[in-house]
């Protein structure tokens, strides 16, 4: 979502503001201070310009407060349900509550999608109550509960249309998901759910703008924009974790490691052909040294080590002194699913693990490159050596392809990790 400002807390969850929201604020203001003049016109109650510009301003601060605490509902739920909650977030939509991880049963899931809705709907009746007392005694402020109460039915009726990413779409995914077992399935048809209301909702916004001339036709499409976004990445989703689930580490893994098979050779001749090497371009300068004696092999000689060690030492050190030993060189079996191998590159000092075969022998190596690119070919993707290449150099996954990630909502996914075929 991009940048925001903590704000401060409430019951302990950080409270932001995305710069968005003060376009909306500032657009809802004259919206609410036209609308009222009218009303308020017709009605024949006498309001000056400052006050409708006050009314209107007041409104939305009502409103988005409303909005706070339908995304309170849903955290308080949550947290009651073990699971953190790491802010709010007011934006140019509305709100969201973002979460560490998603309920383990789907009751809880449940009533976390349901607490939203539920008190959008207490408020409608709060602000129908309030309108009803002061409608003889303050009729003004019984126009601005009227219009707070139907904007909250309409908030509460509006998350419960049945597709991700609206508190509807997250009650089916939880219905599905308990009655067939499978989070997966559920997943699976909240999202497609959403694709086809997301696709309605830009199909009707332009049809509004173009035929009838509506400006909220342009509201509309957004919505049904970011609907289709969300949902699609929810389905994108689907289909890394179908990858990390059914690939090893033997199908994926590369081989940026060489061997040196002279342990006792001496530090200045093993500089001397590691700058041959990486000049003929025959090893990447990033490449592991791996050191064997025979059919033994000893651990890994890191070039850095080099550094160190003042250049007069190089002739009267070998190799073998400076090894680090292949217990403490991080490994993985070649036959490990490729999420479990995900999450150990996260661990990983160097984002690098030593793939061993079954006799528990170096056989290849792994890092995130490797597993971008079995992941996108799975997928029909073809990436170019370039972007590759630049990959390899930073360090991290590419937006979209954040892997670690993927691979954590497997591990706290019975359902998925199960699921796993070899």
Not at 87 to 93: A, D, K, M
Not at 158 to 175: H, R, S
């Amino acid at each position: 979502m991009g940048k925001a400002w903590t704000i401060g807390t409430i019951c302990g969850i950080p409270l932001r503001v995305h710069p968005s929201w003060l376009v909306i604020v500032g657009l809802a203001t004259v919206l609410f201070q036209s609308q009222y003049g009218e009303l308020l016109q017709e009605r024949q109650l006498g309001v000056t310009a400052p006050g409708l510009w006050l009314m209107g301003f007041l409104t939305v601060l009502l409103l988005f407060g409303s909005v706070l605490l339908h995304e309170l509902g849903h955290s308080l739920v949550a947290l009651r349900h073990g699971v953190k909650v790491q802010s709010i977030t007011l934006f140019l939509f509305g709100g969201v509550a973002t979460v560490e991880q998603e309920c383990n049963s789907a009751l809880a899931a449940l009533q976390v999608a349901a607490a939203g809705p539920a008190v959008s709907f207490a408020l409608a009746l709060g602000f129908f109550l309030l309108s009803g007392i002061s409608e003889v005694t303050q009729p003004i402020a019984a126009v601005v509960c009227q219009r707070l109460m139907v904007l909250n039915l309409v908030l509460g009726i509006f998350n419960l249309l049945p597709g991700l990413p609206l508190d509807g779409g997250l009650i089916l995914k939880a219905l599905v998901w308990h009655f067939s077992g499978s989070r997966r399935r559920g997943i699976q048809v909240a999202a497609t759910t959403g694709l086809a209301l997301a696709t309605m909702a830009i199909a009707l916004g332009i049809w509004l703008l173009l035929v009838l001339g509506t400006f909220s036709g342009i509201w509309l499409a957004l919505l049904g924009w970011m609907g289709l976004e969300a949902a699609r990445g929810q389905l994108q989703l689907l289909r890394l974790q179908d990858q990390l689930l059914q690939l090893r580490v033997q199908q994926v893994q590369g081989r940026r490691f060489r061997i040196l098979d002279d342990p006792q050779m001496d530090l200045k001749t093993l500089s001397l052909q590691l700058g041959r090497e990486t000049k003929d371009n025959n090893m990447g300068p990033q490449d592991w040294l791996l050191v064997c004696a025979g059919h033994r092999w000893l651990g890994r000689f890191q070039p850095e080590s080099l550094k160190t060690l003042p250049v007069q030492c190089w002739s009267r050190e070998m190799v073998s002194q400076r090894l680090q030993p292949m217990a403490e060189i991080p490994s993985i079996s070649d036959n490990t699913p490729l999420w479990k191998a995900a999450l150990a590159l996260e661990e990983a000092p160097e984002s690098r693990l030593l793939v061993l075969n079954p006799a528990g022998l170096p056989s290849g190596t792994l890092d995130r490159v490797d597993l971008v690119a079995a992941v996108c070919n799975g997928l029909g993707m073809r990436l170019p050596k370039p972007f590759l290449a630049h990959i390899q150099h930073i360090g991290i996954y590419p937006p979209g392809l954040q892997l670690g990630l993927v691979a954590s909502t497997i591990a706290n996914s019975e359902d998925l990790s199960a699921s796993a075929k070899p």
